[in-house]
């Protein structure tokens, strides 16, 4: 029955996507014909779940600066580095490599010495991307301002130095919000508050305090002071606004919402919302993937089976008990989860080779 | 017997962390001439049995449920898969019942409750949600995507 209704008012059956504004740092849209909870989702894995790249490690041979060894990795950190096509790097954690390598690690060095009498400023630019890297894009510092110069390290004077090497790794935002690629996200629905999900304040009236009319001086760019200010969105053009003394429909739930996508420069932010809903896939296809493999789960558990790939024997004794569960289980499927079923075992050892 | 006694030999050479284990087993399968690999398995099962970690497993039913009034317990997630799962969940039409609950925002842990009718099973009712869901993200990406090819085919 709900299914037909849904086919009766909405003209385009299914999720529709209207584009409003793009470019190489924002992307402005209405996703239509989805449930609250599928967006709030898809909000917050673009915020949060997005995997980049981000110095994550800082080795500092020389610092002779006024800032403090600490100050400078902290501002380190939050360089943006190039993470388009990401998937080519693996996280650290299930690299193969002991420490790092240039699967899972991008290096990044720097060195800096002030000899003239005027303050030398060291930039992003300065950073020296380590050749060892999946393609020659990744890592490299985002540089967007018209100088080529990129983010502010520190200020030397004569004589300072800084020796730095720098070890970039995959992470996501939940982690650090360095890795954040989404500088900001908003997400808005109901621009008329029809549906009362907000408990809008005001003094004595309502509409004489929210709506048209009220003088406000405009402080920026130029005060002013603007008579009709609208204190609402600029989406509420675009939605039908609540007839006079409409009862409240409390059937009605939320269908539009308006996301406005701001790139932090790393990927591009058409980008963040493909690899966001990939990674929310990944999420699924992870636990469908657990259920499959323990399908008794209140029952018998089945207990360690044959690897299936190496039915041949041979790597067995070489392998010490690694399975190729543990590689697969680690890469994609199961996202941030270090250790799976098979990962750890028994027989002691088999863990160092993995991560 | 001899292969009991076989079993035990090798146990006790988990025991010195000897890294030979596995070969203990193999020989078994050699005189067994072609035998399939599977049967091995079960001699495997028996040792590694106790020692092995349940922990990692991601989804767990809870306790006191039915087949078609089940808990699960999702580790490593949150509201982000939880209220999505939840809302599609609930649009299954064998589906009565459908919540989710984070129990303590401090452990990474998420609950889910299905109740379905007779006419399906819990676990089928989860694994149907995961993989509709799957679908709509399918659907939704690829809309984003052509919405995205037409904008830029209109600004230029």
Redesign the interface.
């Known amino acids: 029955m709900e299914y037909d209704t849904m086919m009766m008012d909405g003209e385009s059956l299914g999720p529709s996507v209207k584009i409003s504004a793009a470019d190489n740092t924002h992307v402005d849209f209405e996703l239509s014909n989805v449930d609250l909870s599928f967006a709030n989702s898809l909000r917050r894995v673009i915020q949060a779940e997005v995997p980049t790249i981000a110095i994550d490690l800082v080795e500092i041979e020389a610092n002779t600066s006024v800032l403090a060894d600490e100050f400078i990795a902290h501002r380190l950190g939050l360089i943006p580095l190039d993470s388009r096509e990401i998937d080519q790097l693996n996280y650290t954690r299930d690299c193969d490599c002991d420490q790092s390598c240039g699967k899972c690690t991008v290096t990044l060095t720097l060195h800096a010495k002030c000899s003239s009498d005027e303050v030398m400023k060291v930039y992003a630019r300065d950073l020296i991307v380590g050749i060892d890297r999946p393609n020659n894009h990744i890592g490299n510092p985002i540089i967007t301002d018209p100088e080529g110069q990129g983010s502010l390290i520190a200020k030397l004077r004569k004589g300072q130095e800084l020796k730095i090497t720098c070890i970039a790794k995959k992470g996501i935002a939940k982690e650090h919000a360095k890795w954040a690629p989404t500088a900001a996200v908003g997400f808005e629905y109901d621009p008329h508050n029809k549906l009362h999900h907000l408990d809008l304040w005001y003094e004595t009236d309502k509409v004489s305090e929210w709506s048209v009319g009220i003088p406000t001086i405009r402080l920026f760019p130029p005060p002013r002071l603007t008579a009709g200010y609208r204190p609402k969105s600029k989406y509420a053009e675009w939605e039908e606004p609540p007839a006079e003394g409409e009862p409240f429909d409390y059937d009605a739930v939320p269908n539009r919402f308006y996301f406005e996508v701001e790139s932090a420069g790393m990927i591009e932010p058409d980008a963040i919302i493909q690899e966001g809903i990939k990674e929310l896939q990944r999420k699924l296809a992870g636990l469908i993937h657990g259920l499959g493999e323990n399908d008794d789960m209140n029952g018998d558990y089945d207990g360690p089976r044959s690897p299936d790939g190496i039915e041949g024997g041979a790597p067995w004794q070489d392998q010490g008990y690694t399975t190729p569960y543990a590689g697969a289980g680690n890469t994609s499927a199961w996202g941030g989860g270090g250790a799976t079923a098979y990962g750890t075992t028994p027989y002691g050892n088999s863990g160092s080779a993995g991560w | 017997m001899p292969s009991a006694t076989k079993t035990r030999d090798s146990s006790a050479e ?1 025991a010195n ?1 000897e ?5 203990s087993a ?1 020989p078994v ?1 050699d005189s067994q001439e072609g035998g399939d ?2 049967e ?2 079960g001699e ?2 028996e040792l ?2 106790e ?4 922990e ?6 809870l ?1 006191g ?1 039915t087949s078609t009034a089940a808990s699960f317990e ?4 949150g ?3 939880g ?2 799962l ?3 969940i609930m ?1 299954n039409p064998d589906v009565e019942f459908c919540a989710y609950a984070i129990p303590h925002p401090s452990e990474d842990k998420m609950n889910l409750r299905i109740q379905t009718y007779d006419t399906t099973t819990a ?1 089928a009712a ?2 149907k949600g ?2 509709d ?2 679908d ?6 690829e ?3 052509t ?2 090819e ?3 085919a209109a ?1 230029h």
Request: with cysteine.
């Open positions: 988990d962390m890294d030979i284990t596995p070969p193999q399968v690999p599977m091995e398995d495997d099962n590694g049995e020692e092995e970690e349940e990692p497993q991601r989804v767990r039913i306790p449920s999702f580790l490593k997630e509201h982000t898969l209220n999505a939840r809302y599609i649009k676990t989860l694994e995961l993989q869901l799957e709509l993200c399918d659907v939704v990406s809309e984003f995507w919405q995205r037409n904008f830029m600004k």
